[in-house]
């Protein structure tokens, strides 16, 4: 992967808090409904709380009920990679950081429209950025 963003494990322990280096560099999971972001509804621009990047615009936030943010789409399509997934005995798409790489979560196919799709994103990855 060639990212713009790169860092040794103890700059980035440095420089994220505890929960955020798990989720974005060790693809941790946090518990459904325990994220900052799950029920947040404030405008503006969701970046990643690992290198600033802009991923998901509020306008394509959606309540999915899985205690997870969850987007339609991202805001710039370039700014998130995915990549099959098989952890856990289990065959998903994650979504990553195009710019450092970070761990955001997973991308589903039972989503609204248009896209149909979901991107379920922990909160600890993203940092909300009102001003856009």
């Not at 980035?12 to 509804?41: I, K, M, N």
């Not at 710039?76 to 289990?90: I, K, L, Y």
Request: proline share 5%.
């Amino acid at each position: 992967m060639d990212n713009s963003v790169e860092a040794t494990e103890q700059e980035w322990r440095d420089r994220l808090e505890p929960e955020q280096f798990e989720v974005l560099r060790c693809s941790a999971t946090e518990p459904a409904f325990s994220g900052f972001y799950w029920d947040c509804h404030d405008d503006g621009m969701y970046r990643c709380s690992g290198c600033g990047a802009e991923l998901f615009d509020s306008d394509t936030k959606f309540d999915s009920g899985t205690g997870w943010p969850s987007f339609s789409a991202p805001a710039v399509a370039e700014a998130v990679e995915t990549h099959e997934d098989r952890s856990h005995g289990m065959v998903r798409v994650e979504a990553t950081c195009k710019s450092c790489g970070g761990h955001l979560g997973h991308v589903f196919n039972d989503g609204p429209g248009p896209t149909g799709q979901r991107w379920c994103i922990n909160s600890a990855s993203l940092s909300l950025d009102s001003n856009r």
